[in-house]
């Protein structure tokens, strides 16, 4: 099994950008389709992007695409999340996570092994 973890979040301005990435340890990186999620408290946690195992193919939520780019390195078992044109409402904590069904998944509950998520703030 791989065992996500996230860094990179912290405090940026609105308009800016931020790069996240997220290494994956105890397992065959290359075996897993890989999405990032987000949750504000008291909220259900939000699709974000995903990424197929080979990278071939990608999907984002409505809200960030266009502005956020996935991509993934299976030599160095290691997922990015670009973020561009930050707002506001995208602060809240992110989440990389691993799955392994046969489509790419979008639905939280189709991925199987999460990383512990990491603060994104972004000041008006």
């Known amino acids: 099994q791989v065992q996500p973890v996230e860094f990179g979040g912290g405090l940026v301005q609105a308009g800016g950008s931020l790069t996240l990435s997220c290494a994956a340890s105890?397992?065959?990186?290359?075996?897993?389709?890989m999405g990032w999620f987000r949750q504000a408290p008291g909220k259900e946690r939000e699709f974000v992007a995903a990424i197929t195992w080979n990278g071939s193919r990608t999907s984002y939520a409505a809200s960030v695409k266009g502005r956020f780019t996935i991509s993934r390195d299976n030599a160095k078992s290691t997922l990015v999340l670009r973020m561009d044109s930050l707002r506001p409402e995208d602060t809240t904590v992110y989440y990389c996570?691993?799955?392994?069904?046969?489509?790419?998944?979008?639905?939280?509950?189709?991925?199987?092994?999460w990383g512990q998520g990491t603060q994104v703030t972004v000041s008006s």
């Open positions: 105890g397992g065959t990186f290359s075996n897993y389709h």
């Open positions: 996570a691993a799955g392994s069904t046969w489509y790419l998944p979008t639905a939280k509950d189709a991925y199987t092994y």
